[in-house]
């Protein structure tokens, strides 16, 4: 179920899905119904009540929703959330990089989730997003980022690779094959460390952490039928273990 988990620090929990898992998006035209039996499994996994996850409406922008708002939407329509009250939060992704956020707050951790594909890297979601956390009093921020399209595969036409770049160089790369290509995953890292965030990238030892390459993971590169897998920060209960 899990490609990786770990701890987070302030006693939060961040982990990545895997294709185990299962789809976990209800906008890629797969039953709901099984969708929402997934995401409560995976609440399960993960020892937070039924129905407390927090998902998102991700349309490529830069709007980071506030979890903690008292009458926000069920599902916000936002690329970014952050909470300071340990509300757990999801972010999908199918190629993007799923970035998770956590920091010390005044009263406890702050946490976010961000998604960042190229249009929303390249337009600031994660200054948004992290701008959102310490408006939040967060200190010692780090960030996760989860399996993402590397930047060997994910080729694209050489006059989106010569914008990109100008807005951000560290995205430039070359496929495998010779050809323009994003390293979006290079990108987060080096926003996120302009931003004086610490970033920490998971590998694990069964297989690769690009999406398009490893087939336990969701690509809408290699596969658009291959669904979502997601991000995710939530508060572990105190001597609750996650399963795997
Ligand atoms: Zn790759």
């Known amino acids: 179920m899990f ?33 929402r039996a997934r995401r409560t499994a995976l609440e399960r996994s993960m020892g937070v009540p039924g129905g407390s996850l927090v998902f998102l409406e991700q349309v490529h922008g830069t709007d980071v929703a506030d979890a903690d708002e008292h009458d926000r939407p069920a599902v916000p329509t936002a690329d970014a959330a952050v909470t ?19 920091g010390e707050g005044p009263r406890g951790p702050v946490t976010g989730v961000a998604h960042a594909g190229r249009r929303g890297l390249l337009d600031g979601v994660l200054e ?15 960030a996760w980022l989860g399996p993402s399209i590397c930047g060997s595969c994910y080729e694209v036409p050489a006059a989106m690779r010569e914008e990109a770049v100008r807005r951000l160089p560290a995205v430039a790369a070359t496929t495998s094959w010779g050809t323009p290509a994003l390293d979006l995953r290079a990108g987060a890292r080096a926003r996120l460390s302009a931003l004086a965030v ?9 297989g690769s952490s690009c999406t398009c390459d490893n087939e336990a993971l969701s690509s809408h590169r290699r596969d658009p039928g291959s669904g979502r897998i997601v991000g995710l920060v939530w508060p572990a209960r105190p001597g609750a273990e996650v399963s795997a």
């Open 198 to 206: 610490r970033v920490v990238e998971p590998t694990v030892s069964s």
């Open 128 to 142: 948004r997003t992290v701008e959102q956390l310490r408006a939040r009093g967060a200190r010692g921020l780090s």
């Open 3 to 35: 490609w990786w988990q770990g701890d987070g620090g302030q006693g939060v929990r961040v982990a990545f899905t895997d294709r185990g898992a299962g789809n976990l998006a209800l906008h890629t035209g797969d039953d709901a119904d099984a969708v």
């Open 84 to 102: 300071a009250r340990g509300v757990p939060l999801a972010v999908m992704v199918a190629d993007c990089v799923p970035v998770l956020l956590v």
